[in-house]
């Protein structure tokens, strides 16, 4: 190549930039509104399921097989109502996507709930860490434990990928990612492994679960499949996609040890990374009200995976949980004069950590505003969103049974980009993917192994996930940068899921 060529590659490379992530969810609900002038609206009937959880009858609305018909005009057809611009009264239209997708829902879901939660938490999280006692703390560990603090990163994803299998962890990982981002990079490694540690192994973990009531049990119910049947299988997959989860995650935090300049966040690590340098001249002694706001931590933990696992505890139960250990915390940080705090200080820290997931929480909503101006997911209104869904599972019509259930894995991977919740897409995918596995000679059970795999492991990267813009956000971290290093990271993965998928149909899993 010539120097001139090479030159103006370069000149091209460096003034190209990538989209920040409001600009590409714009891009995508400008996609959605064009569809919505060429694809005709289609709706579903439903019915009520009942299945069994441990011993429980559980009861849910599904799409009820065979039920699909367009929605028709005056003349009798198939009715294609474009979007408008604007609409008033509390309808939506293109411009409306962000507000009306911020209000969608209540305070146990999306979008309302979860906003919510990401800005609780923060505010919460912002008093914790006003305190000093989670980065003395880190500070005084890394002086005593001399190099073995590495042995924490295998052991933390493993139990984080289990909490994920057992009971649907994803949005819990968000505070512990506050305090292990902050850990890893005082370690010498970046936030990529804080995330990846956290968040990712959650969701490696709900996808491949035994026994997630979040997903798992649903499908199966949904499926007509006995609830958490075909344990001893995803039990194996467990073992072996949390191990190469570990075993990609430590070869990264060597290579990024070895040489930091080779990580996509070095520059944004260096907020972090000048906090510490703050402290590491003068390290501040560990005394009794550090340690009494870490156990105020781990006891508030403690109470939260409790609460979760016994009593089913969920997202207005979570945030009030964190709100309390914040007020706590602070409390003691005021007491014991930590960072000379004051009770003011404690107003303002929490201001200030909601402030730094406000962004994260308005990607909650924008994001589900995409899914607004497609007509939004109820089966039974007539949408654009409902059409695509049965034109897609037309298209495995003829296909081998093997083919088949990889294509149900590529489809599930596909749709979780506009429902990322679990109960959701399983509520709207389940009841057409299960008989649609009777036709193409695929076990109920494989369909709801694809369904839990293309559920899980695209939340590694869809910018409509909240919980992965909240982690990105918490590790101050461009949601483009996060995806130059996870692509190979979730290739790797994703071949993994389409061999389990094939060894599943091809065994009469």
């Given amino acids: 190549m010539s120097k001139d060529k090479k030159k103006g590659l370069e000149t091209l490379n460096k003034g190209f930039q990538m989209p920040d992530t409001y600009v590409i969810i714009f891009l995508v609900v400008v996609l959605a509104a064009l569809l919505t002038y060429l694809i005709p609206q289609g709706m579903y009937s439903t019915e009520e399921v009942t299945y069994m959880v441990n011993g429980v009858e559980k009861t849910r609305t599904v799409i009820e097989d065979g039920s699909f018909q367009y929605v028709l005009d005056d003349n009798g057809e198939p009715l294609k109502e474009g979007i408008s ?10 411009f409306n996507y ?12 999306s979008a309302v709930g979860v906003i919510a939660f990401i800005l609780v938490i923060g505010g919460a999280f912002g008093i914790i860490l006003r305190t000093g006692a989670v980065e003395t703390g880190i500070l005084n560990m890394i002086g005593k434990t001399q190099g073995r603090e590495k042995l924490l990163l295998p052991l933390l994803f493993i139990l984080f990928s289990l909490g994920g299998a057992v009971f649907g962890m994803g949005e819990e990982a968000l505070p ?20 990846l540690i956290t968040y990712v192994a959650t969701q490696i973990g709900f996808g ?9 049990a649903i499908a199966q119910g949904i499926a007509g499949v006995p609830v958490f049947s075909g344990a001893n299988f995803r039990i194996i997959m467990w073992f072996i996609f949390t191990g190469v989860g570990v075993v990609l995650t430590m070869i990264y935090a060597a290579k990024i040890k070895k040489d930091p300049m080779k990580s996509v966040a070095h520059e944004s690590d260096e907020y972090f990374r000048k906090e510490f340098e703050e402290q590491s001249g003068e390290v501040q002694k560990f005394g009794i009200g550090h340690a009494l706001v870490l156990l105020t931590i781990v006891a508030g933990m403690i109470w939260v995976v409790w609460g979760v696992m016994k009593n089913g505890y969920y997202i207005p139960e979570l945030a009030t949980q964190f709100f309390i250990m914040g007020i706590v915390a602070g409390i003691i940080g005021v007491i014991f004069k ?27 909503g924008m994001a589900q505003g995409i899914m607004l101006v497609l007509g939004g997911a109820e089966p039974t209104d007539g949408t654009v969103l409902n059409t695509i869904l049965n034109g ?5 019509v003829g296909l081998s049974a093997t083919a088949a ?17 679990g109960s959701g897409q399983a509520a709207l995918t389940m009841p057409i993917m299960a008989p649609l596995a009777d036709l193409l000679g695929v076990t109920r059970q494989t369909a709801v192994l694809a369904f839990q795999l293309g559920d899980a492991l695209t939340n590694l990267i869809v910018p409509t996930s909240g919980c992965l813009m909240g982690a990105l956000a918490i590790a101050r971290l461009d949601w483009a940068k996060w995806v130059k290093f996870m692509i190979k990271f979730l290739g790797i993965l994703y071949v993994m899921a389409v061999v389990t998928i094939i060894i599943a149909s091809m065994s009469g899993f």
């Fill in 85 to 94: 611009l604007f609409e008033p009264y509390g309808e939506v239209g293109l």
């Fill in 98 to 109: 962000v507000f009306e997708g911020m209000v969608k829902g209540d305070k146990w879901g």
């Fill in 176 to 195: 512990f990612a506050m305090i292990l981002i902050p850990l890893v990079i005082a370690m010498g490694y970046d936030s990529v492994v804080g995330i």
């Fill in 208 to 216: 491949t679960s035994w026994m997630n009531p979040f997903s798992v």
């Fill in 338 to 364: 930590l960072n000379n705090m004051t009770v003011n200080d404690m107003a303002q820290s929490f201001k200030t950590g909601v402030s730094d997931l406000v962004g994260a929480a308005m990607i909650v």
């Fill in 392 to 396: 897609l599972s037309g298209a495995f």
């Fill in 405 to 421: 259930a990889v294509l149900m894995y590529i489809f599930q991977s596909v749709f979780n980009f506009f429902v990322v919740s």
